[in-house]
């Protein structure tokens, strides 16, 4: 069984959350706008994994990467573990700077579905 697609949970203050990944098969075949929502849910799960909060206390907005508390080694996992879960590039430096996380949402929105490729996204075969 592929282990990196399994569900995971981790612990905060308030118990455990359960983390699903995204299916690719989903992400390939929705609009921009339910690819965007399901990214944002699967981002907000890794970052509060990285954090320790709950996702929906995540601030995909108003805040830079930086800001809230996503420095080179966690950058590097978040990285390594959204590489290794969606398949695609993820860049440490765009990531690190991103203005906000919903910054972070789009890019990786851009890297699935029909249009994929006018960012320069591999076309799945």
């Known amino acids: 069984m592929n282990t990196l697609h399994m569900s995971q949970t981790y ?5 455990l959350v359960h983390m699903t990944p995204p299916d690719m098969a989903v992400l390939n075949a929705v609009g921009l706008p339910e ?15 990285i954090l320790g909060i709950e996702p929906w206390m995540v601030d995909t907005t108003g805040r830079p990467m930086g800001c ?6 966690s950058g590097i996992e978040l990285q390594y573990r959204m590489e ?7 860049n440490l430096q ?11 949402i789009d890019c990786l929105a851009g890297q699935f579905g029909p249009e994929a490729h006018l960012h320069g996204a591999p076309v799945p075969a």
């Open 11 to 15: 612990e905060t203050d308030n118990g």
């Open 35 to 49: 690819r965007t929502r399901i990214l944002e849910q699967y981002v907000r799960e890794e970052l509060g994994r």
């Open 68 to 73: 809230l508390g996503i420095g080179s080694i």
């Open 84 to 90: 290794n879960t969606l398949g695609v590039d993820v």
């Open 94 to 104: 765009r990531l690190l700077l991103a203005n906000s996380a919903q910054e972070l």
